[in-house]
């Protein structure tokens, strides 16, 4: 059964600051993962999607990396500004069974502090 | 940019009650699905629906569960008869193509508070 964690659990740094959030999933037949952002009592907000063959996708400010091998994935902020505290969840697809479902991990709280 | 809609925003019902989610996803997906975030856990998936009908549930997805898309535009789950447990917040999402190569988009959410 596909685990997907991400430690720690909350995070809080200084504005202006690069980091790295982590992800691991203990399956590696994955066909995509992608990182979300949540906002207190809100939805997801997609950010970045990886396909299994990708090793990076970039969007603005934030990079993502896929280690499929070794069951990572890191999403990387350059720069972090107050507007990007929420918690940021990733998400695998598994490339067995009918492949439409999302397994989160429980997502980092991040705090930028201005 | 289109987006996924959600009514209500909150659902307060009685144990033993019956609820219906509605959804509105995003106007050319063609796959549906049904996410729920019990306070201070994971996200889990319920369901996908595709051609107009289920493609994958979850354990979590028995008998009291029900999904339906009534018409060109709306997407509904259905709780028959609600628990405590089924407190949560219910997501619903839409993806242009399959899930295995496309961005899953994700409604605001309702949140579904039963006493």
């Known amino acids: 059964k596909q685990e997907v964690t991400q430690i720690p659990a909350a995070l809080s740094v200084p504005e202006g600051e690069n980091l790295v959030l982590n992800c691991s999933f203990t399956?590696?037949?994955?066909?995509?993962l992608q990182w979300f952002r949540q906002d207190p009592g809100k939805g997801l907000t997609s950010l970045l999607l990886?396909?299994?063959?990708?090793r990076e996708q970039t969007s603005g400010r934030l990079n993502a990396s896929l280690d499929k091998s070794s069951g990572r994935s890191t999403l990387y902020i350059a720069a972090s500004q107050p507007g990007d505290s929420a918690t940021y969840l990733c998400?695998?697809?598994?490339?067995?069974?009918?492949?439409?479902?999302?397994?989160f991990g429980k997502g980092i709280t991040l705090s930028v502090r201005p | 940019e289109p987006e996924v809609t959600q009514t209500p925003s909150h659902q307060v019902t009685q144990m033993g009650q019956e609820v219906i989610l509605r959804c509105v996803p995003i106007?050319?997906?063609?796959?549906f699905y049904w996410y729920r975030q019990i306070l201070g856990q994971k996200v889990e998936f319920l369901v996908s629906?595709?051609?107009?009908?289920?493609?994958?549930k979850s354990e979590i997805f028995d008998d009291q569960f029900s999904v339906e898309r009534p018409d060109g535009s709306n997407f509904t789950l259905k709780i028959r008869s609600t628990k405590l447990e089924d407190s949560a917040m219910y997501f619903c999402?839409?993806?242009?193509?399959?899930?295995?190569?496309?961005?899953?988009?994700f409604g605001p959410g309702t949140r579904l508070t039963v006493l």
């Open positions: 999402a839409s993806s242009e193509d399959r899930a295995s190569t496309d961005t899953q988009y």
């Open positions: 399956d590696s037949a994955i066909y995509n």
């Open positions: 990886i396909q299994s063959s990708q």
């Open positions: 998400a695998v697809i598994p490339s067995t069974g009918a492949n439409s479902k999302l397994t």
């Open positions: 106007s050319n997906h063609l796959y």
């Open positions: 629906f595709y051609n107009n009908e289920i493609s994958e």
